[in-house]
């Protein structure tokens, strides 16, 4: 009986966290080298761009006249702030959805009792890169989509209410309550959509009908799991973050020229790179165990089965 066969069975949020810090711990390096070969670059784009748009903007700002403003400052500000909101976009259409599938394939690995690694984590997401990053796009433009819809609605009434002051404004902020709300409901929705397509080998069309299908009477307790699991990411990371941050803060408040500043930057981003980059792996092994659960619960998974279709690498019924 294989370690898959033992381990897959329906759980609730304890078993999806135990097993999910379980898996992390177990497989610290693997699973931390293939988040990492993702990230680290990424971080740094986003520490060079901070850097360049904190010393730049505060430098060619503190001018009091504009004519006397520094072009060359004033270029770099423009750089850095494009190249930040460029790394960004690229972050969530493609660095995300590639280590998602890789980790999903590692941790798979794993509770099969096959040997893994980060090759051969990559190595299973290589032909599958052009459906994570269309399915990406589609699920991004989902939320998007929906959040405004609502939206829509909330701008209509900050204009016809705006002379209702409390009655106005209590019924705009509900509206975008709820705006959040559905764009949160859908993102779940379509969460578990690089899990689909590495360990079934679906496409985009197929992924997006699949992963909506496997929620679909479950997303309420499946959005119960996921911000829970993402308010105990976003602790864990704070714990680390705030002593570290708190001593930089008191650096800066002495330092308060430009390039101390941009400093105090950089330094911002990396003690939040490290720590996102810690943390961040847990997030991806629990979905995959979420994916798992609901493969349990809503089709009666049979687990030997399923051993032998991952091992083999054909689709999954």
């Given at each position: 009986m294989t370690t898959l066969t033992r381990d897959l069975r329906a759980m609730d949020l304890s078993d999806v966290l135990d097993r999910a810090l379980a898996l992390y711990r177990d497989n610290f390096v693997t699973i931390l080298g293939v988040y990492a070969v993702g990230y680290v670059p990424f971080w740094l784009v986003v520490g060079f761009s901070g850097h360049l748009l904190s010393a730049a903007a505060l430098k060619a700002f503190s001018y009091k006249k504009l004519e006397t403003m520094e072009e060359t400052s004033a270029l770099l500000a423009i750089l850095g702030g494009v190249s930040l909101v460029g790394v960004l976009l690229i972050g969530i259409l493609i660095i995300e959805p590639i280590v998602t599938g890789a980790i999903a394939r590692a941790v798979s690995d794993q509770m099969s009792g096959r040997r893994t690694s980060i090759r051969a984590a990559y190595g299973a997401v290589r032909g599958h890169v052009f459906a994570l990053l269309l399915s990406s796009l589609?699920?991004?433009?989902?939320?998007?989509?929906?959040?405004n819809v609502i939206y829509f609605f909330v701008a209509l009434l900050s204009a016809a209410f705006a002379a209702l002051h409390t009655a106005g404004l209590v019924l705009i902020l509900l509206?975008?309550?709820?705006?959040?709300?559905?764009?949160?409901?859908?993102?779940?929705?379509?969460?578990?959509?690089?899990?689909?397509?590495?360990?079934?080998?679906?496409?985009?069309?197929?992924?997006?009908?699949?992963?909506?299908?496997?929620?679909?009477?479950?997303?309420?307790?499946?959005?119960a799991i996921a911000g829970f699991v993402v308010l105990l990411a976003t602790a864990l990371a704070a714990a680390i973050e705030t002593p570290l941050l708190l001593g930089a803060g008191l650096v800066a408040w002495r330092d308060a020229t430009p390039e101390g500043i941009a400093a105090m930057t950089t330094i911002f981003i990396t003690v939040t790179a490290v720590s996102v980059i810690l943390v961040g792996p847990i997030l991806t092994v629990a979905t995959t165990l979420m994916y798992y659960d609901l493969r349990v619960r809503s089709e009666g998974l049979d687990v030997e089965m399923m051993a032998a279709h991952i091992g083999r690498g054909d689709v999954l019924p």
């Open positions: 589609i699920r991004l433009g989902a939320v998007y989509g929906a959040y509206l975008e309550l709820a705006a959040l709300v559905v764009a949160s409901l859908v993102y779940v929705a379509f969460a578990f959509l690089g899990q689909i397509i590495v360990l079934e080998n679906r496409g985009t069309a197929a992924t997006m009908t699949r992963s909506w299908r496997l929620v679909s009477g479950r997303v309420w307790r499946t959005s």
